[in-house]
């Protein structure tokens, strides 16, 4: 079966959405494995891109599509942000002291 290409759109979202489910139970290393199913599927969606192009309704519904990914993307950084500082301040207590 070929995939048109705003199904590509809809799998990232749902890999995304996925990913927020993940980040909500503070499953990281689903976070980072759902990271790169939706990385694999941007590279196909950029190759089906350069050969299929969107009719007006479906252009609509991409950027629909976009709108709700980029708010779950912006609820995943927000529950990472506290992790990224712990793993930081981690980094920081193992290193050594700088030196003047």
């Known amino acids: 079966m070929e995939h048109?290409?705003?199904?590509?759109?809809?799998?990232?979202?749902r890999t995304s959405q996925q990913m927020l489910e993940a980040a909500q139970t503070e499953n990281w290393d689903q976070v980072v494995r759902l990271e790169g199913a939706c990385a694999v599927l941007i590279a196909q969606l950029r190759h089906k891109s350069k050969t299929d192009e969107l009719g007006p309704e479906d252009r609509k519904e991409k950027n629909r599509i976009m709108q709700r990914i980029l708010r779950t993307d912006a609820e995943i950084r927000c529950?990472?942000?506290p992790?990224?500082?712990?793993?930081?301040?981690?980094?920081?207590?193992?290193?050594?002291?700088?030196?003047?």
């Not at 048109?4 to 979202?13: C, G, H, N, S, T």
């Open 79 to 81: 529950l990472a942000e």
């Open 4 to 13: 048109q290409l705003l199904d590509y759109y809809k799998a990232i979202e």
């Open 83 to 100: 992790w990224l500082n712990d793993l930081a301040q981690m980094f920081d207590r193992n290193s050594p002291a700088p030196m003047h």
